[in-house]
Nanobody, 123 residues
Framework: QVQLVESGGGLVQAGGSLRLSCAAS????????MGWFRQAPGKEREFVAA????????NYGDSVKGRFTISRDNAKNTVYLQMNSLKLEDTAVYYC????????????????WGQGTQVTVSS
Protein backbone atom coordinates (compact mmCIF):
# COMPACT_ATOMS: atom_id res chain seq x y z
CA GLN A 1 0.00 0.00 0.00
CA VAL A 2 2.87 2.36 0.74
CA GLN A 3 4.45 4.07 -2.24
CA LEU A 4 7.62 6.12 -2.05
CA VAL A 5 9.01 8.27 -4.85
CA GLU A 6 12.42 9.91 -4.58
CA SER A 7 13.59 12.98 -6.45
CA GLY A 8 16.38 15.53 -6.35
CA GLY A 9 19.34 13.39 -7.28
CA GLY A 10 21.93 14.54 -9.75
CA LEU A 11 25.53 15.43 -10.38
CA VAL A 12 27.33 17.69 -7.94
CA GLN A 13 30.94 18.61 -7.30
CA ALA A 14 32.70 17.58 -4.12
CA GLY A 15 32.01 20.05 -1.37
CA GLY A 16 28.66 20.96 -2.84
CA SER A 17 25.14 20.38 -1.62
CA LEU A 18 22.04 18.56 -2.77
CA ARG A 19 18.59 18.01 -1.32
CA LEU A 20 16.63 14.84 -1.88
CA SER A 21 12.88 14.52 -1.49
CA CYS A 22 10.69 11.49 -0.92
CA ALA A 23 6.97 11.74 -1.52
CA ALA A 24 4.95 9.10 0.28
CA SER A 25 1.45 7.81 -0.23
CA UNK A 26 -0.58 5.06 1.36
CA UNK A 27 0.63 5.71 4.90
CA UNK A 28 -2.62 4.89 6.66
CA UNK A 29 -1.38 5.29 10.21
CA UNK A 30 0.56 8.06 11.88
CA UNK A 31 3.36 5.99 13.37
CA UNK A 32 5.62 5.57 10.33
CA UNK A 33 9.29 6.23 10.62
CA MET A 34 10.99 7.19 7.38
CA GLY A 35 14.53 7.48 6.22
CA TRP A 36 17.23 6.98 3.64
CA PHE A 37 19.62 4.26 2.62
CA ARG A 38 22.20 4.28 -0.13
CA GLN A 39 23.98 1.73 -2.23
CA ALA A 40 26.89 2.03 -4.63
CA PRO A 41 27.59 -0.58 -7.34
CA GLY A 42 29.24 -3.62 -5.81
CA LYS A 43 28.72 -2.29 -2.30
CA GLU A 44 26.35 -3.25 0.47
CA ARG A 45 23.37 -1.14 1.35
CA GLU A 46 24.25 1.52 3.90
CA PHE A 47 21.99 3.29 6.35
CA VAL A 48 22.03 7.06 5.97
CA ALA A 49 19.35 8.65 8.14
CA ALA A 50 15.97 8.04 9.76
CA UNK A 51 13.32 10.19 11.39
CA UNK A 52 10.29 9.35 13.50
CA UNK A 53 6.76 10.44 12.64
CA UNK A 54 6.97 13.35 15.06
CA UNK A 55 10.53 14.26 14.16
CA UNK A 56 11.64 13.91 17.76
CA UNK A 57 13.83 10.88 17.17
CA UNK A 58 16.51 11.08 14.48
CA ASN A 59 19.34 8.71 13.62
CA TYR A 60 22.27 9.21 11.25
CA GLY A 61 24.84 6.87 9.87
CA ASP A 62 28.33 7.61 11.12
CA SER A 63 29.60 8.45 7.66
CA VAL A 64 27.13 11.30 7.15
CA LYS A 65 26.62 12.69 10.64
CA GLY A 66 27.36 16.39 10.74
CA ARG A 67 26.95 16.75 6.98
CA PHE A 68 23.44 15.47 6.23
CA THR A 69 20.15 16.56 7.77
CA ILE A 70 16.89 14.65 7.58
CA SER A 71 13.51 16.30 8.02
CA ARG A 72 9.88 15.63 7.19
CA ASP A 73 6.68 17.46 6.47
CA ASN A 74 3.76 15.22 7.35
CA ALA A 75 1.25 17.63 5.85
CA LYS A 76 2.95 17.06 2.51
CA ASN A 77 3.75 13.41 3.19
CA THR A 78 7.34 14.17 2.32
CA VAL A 79 10.72 13.47 3.86
CA TYR A 80 13.86 15.36 2.90
CA LEU A 81 17.57 14.74 3.03
CA GLN A 82 19.76 17.81 2.91
CA MET A 83 23.27 16.78 1.93
CA ASN A 84 26.11 19.22 2.49
CA SER A 85 29.87 18.97 2.11
CA LEU A 86 29.45 16.11 -0.30
CA LYS A 87 32.34 13.73 -0.82
CA LEU A 88 33.22 11.34 -3.61
CA GLU A 89 32.27 8.42 -1.38
CA ASP A 90 28.73 9.78 -1.13
CA THR A 91 28.15 8.69 -4.71
CA ALA A 92 25.38 6.10 -4.69
CA VAL A 93 21.77 5.41 -5.43
CA TYR A 94 19.77 6.82 -2.55
CA TYR A 95 16.62 4.99 -1.52
CA CYS A 96 13.79 6.27 0.59
CA UNK A 97 12.37 3.80 3.09
CA UNK A 98 9.48 3.54 5.53
CA UNK A 99 8.50 1.34 8.45
CA UNK A 100 5.59 1.30 10.85
CA UNK A 101 7.32 1.95 14.11
CA UNK A 102 10.31 3.78 15.51
CA UNK A 103 13.57 4.77 13.86
CA UNK A 104 15.32 1.65 15.12
CA UNK A 105 12.81 -0.48 13.27
CA UNK A 106 13.39 1.61 10.16
CA UNK A 107 17.13 1.04 10.42
CA UNK A 108 16.84 -2.69 10.85
CA UNK A 109 13.78 -3.79 8.90
CA UNK A 110 12.33 -1.19 6.56
CA UNK A 111 9.09 -2.41 5.01
CA UNK A 112 8.77 -0.15 1.97
CA TRP A 113 11.26 1.21 -0.55
CA GLY A 114 11.32 3.81 -3.25
CA GLN A 115 12.89 3.23 -6.64
CA GLY A 116 15.97 5.27 -5.81
CA THR A 117 17.60 8.41 -7.11
CA GLN A 118 21.20 8.65 -8.31
CA VAL A 119 23.61 11.00 -6.58
CA THR A 120 26.98 11.42 -8.23
CA VAL A 121 29.72 13.48 -6.65
CA SER A 122 32.58 14.51 -8.90
CA SER A 123 36.02 15.89 -8.12
Amino acid sequence: QVQLVESGGGLVQAGGSLRLSCAASGLTFSNYAMGWFRQAPGKEREFVAAISWTGISINYGDSVKGRFTISRDNAKNTVYLQMNSLKLEDTAVYYCAAARGNVLLLRTTPASWGQGTQVTVSS
